[in-house]
């Protein structure tokens, strides 16, 4: 099936720094791509569509000057969490579609990035 | 506020025994997804159901999406080890966008 891999699988930062996290699609082109975080022992929260060439488009209660969405190429999209907090602290993970050459869109998700913020 | 609720929310039987899971909403979706995530991964999918009333199953485990496409339910025979996981589901509110159920964390003791 389609790959897709997210860097850095962990990251530990200090508080108020910013950090980028990258989702690629490793074996096909995406125009969309999502973004969630999921808390320990929780279930997937989306928080944002990242759409190629255009902004993303966040969820409600999603910061988007807090959590920056770029998707610059049909394979990249890069998650920045500005000024990180210890409330950030959490598992990022990310997904995309294969819609070329008549595949149903099944979304393929990224191996996580955990995020510790000190 | 759309929200997919999953039932139970945590599961620990023994090898061997049965179980069923159930994912919940009053809002209707185009297709229903599960998937199985284990720690420090993301989800895997183990399934699309996209037509009221169907029924699929993979080895030992049998999904139905609910007449309506509000509710769909895992069932899994004579669990394994190896089936311990987080289940997900979730289901497509608008096209390929998809919001994730609640979450059923399942132990399967040897």
């Known amino acids: 099936g389609a790959v897709v891999s997210q860097h850095p699988s962990w990251v530990i930062c200090k508080s108020g720094t910013s950090v980028k996290i990258e989702c690629r699609s490793l074996?096909?082109?995406?125009?969309?791509m999502f973004w969630y975080r999921q808390f320990p022992k929780q279930s997937l929260m989306l928080m944002a569509t990242s759409n190629e060439g255009s902004k993303a488009t966040y969820e409600q209660g999603v910061e988007k000057d807090k959590f920056l969405i770029n998707h610059a190429s049909l394979t990249l999209s890069t998650l920045t969490v500005t000024s990180a907090h210890p409330e950030d602290s959490s598992f990022y993970i990310c997904?995309?579609?294969?819609?070329?050459?008549?595949?149903?869109?099944?979304?393929?998700f990224g191996e996580g990035s955990r995020l510790t913020v000190l | 506020t759309q929200l997919l609720e999953q039932s139970p929310q945590f599961l620990s039987i023994q090898e061997g025994e049965n179980l069923t899971v159930y994912c919940n909403s009053s809002?209707?979706?185009?297709?229903l997804q599960w998937y199985r995530q284990e720690p420090g991964e993301g989800p895997v999918l183990l399934v699309t159901?996209?037509?009221?009333?169907e029924v699929k199953k993979l080895k030992r485990l049998t999904f139905q999406f609910g007449d309506a496409r509000k509710d769909s339910s895992l069932h899994i025979t004579a669990a394994q080890p190896g089936d311990t996981g987080l289940y997900l589901c979730a289901g497509e509110i608008r096209t390929y966008k998809y919001i994730f159920g609640t979450g059923t964390r399942l132990k399967v003791l040897a």
């Open positions: 809002s209707v979706f185009s297709s």
């Open positions: 159901v996209v037509t009221g009333g």
């Open positions: 997904s995309a579609r294969d819609t070329a050459g008549g595949n149903t869109g099944e979304l393929f």
């Open positions: 074996d096909f082109q995406a125009t969309t």
